[in-house]
């Protein structure tokens, strides 16, 4: 018996027309959602390249001025220091002349036959002058005698035994000085060691 001959199959109808071959490639899928859309025009991006890079000069201009402004500021703040450190210099030394100028009276003083007594108390005013001269600058003496002996303010050049506390300064070799609250010299003292035992 023969096999039955099955006709071939008749093509596909979709409403009435024929269905898009299996090969064809959607234009639309590939170009994008929206087929109107068009890539930004050449000319767009070179004007904001041209923006970013005029925006990037204004800084690079407003930086250097910055740096220039900070040097000048620190060369004005420098030269005021300088000019408030000489005229301190200059007003010790303006009250520190007189002194200079009765050191040589006082001199000529002596080589003109001047008494000893007469000599003696010019030198006393002398040092009264210039002890008033630097306290108007801030030098002051630092209290030591008869107080307890403090490392930060006096030096112990010498310890003995006395009738004082231990630590009691007994008495100033050479006096400190303060500037302000800061030290200038301390004062070399010699101190208690309490009673001997």
């Known amino acids: 018996m023969q096999p039955s001959e099955t006709p071939p199959p008749e093509p596909l109808e979709q409403n ?11 234009k639309t899928a590939v170009e994008g959602s929206n087929p109107n859309a ?16 005029d925006d990037l000069r204004r800084a690079e201009e407003a930086y250097l001025r910055a740096v220039a402004d900070l040097q000048s ?19 010790v030394i303006e009250d520190i002349l007189p002194v200079l100028d009765n050191f040589e ?4 003083a002596g080589k003109a036959g001047a008494s000893l007594e007469s000599l003696l108390e010019g030198v006393h005013l002398i040092e009264r002058q ?27 050049v010498v310890t003995e035994p006395s009738d004082k506390a231990e630590g ?13 609250d800061r030290v ?12 001997r035992k």
Not at 16 to 26: I, R, S, W
Not at 75 to 91: D, F, I, N
Not at 184 to 195: D, M
Request: negative net charge; without cysteine; charged residues 35%.
């Open 130 to 156: 210039l002890r008033a001269a630097l306290e108007r600058h801030g030098l002051r003496p630092i209290e030591a005698q008869g107080r307890p002996f403090d490392p930060e303010l006096h030096e112990a």
């Open 73 to 91: 500021y620190r060369r004005r703040v420098t030269q005021e220091l300088q000019r408030e450190r000489e005229a301190g210099r200059a007003s």
């Open 16 to 26: 009435g027309t024929d269905a898009e071959p299996a090969t064809e490639v959607n």
């Open 105 to 108: 009276r006082t001199l000529e």
């Open 168 to 180: 009691t300064i007994l008495d100033v070799l050479e006096r400190g000085y303060l500037l302000g």
């Open 184 to 195: 200038v010299r301390p004062a070399k003292t010699k101190v208690s060691k309490g009673p």
């Open 38 to 53: 068009e890539p930004a025009p050449v000319a767009e991006m070179e004007e904001a390249l041209s923006n970013l890079q």
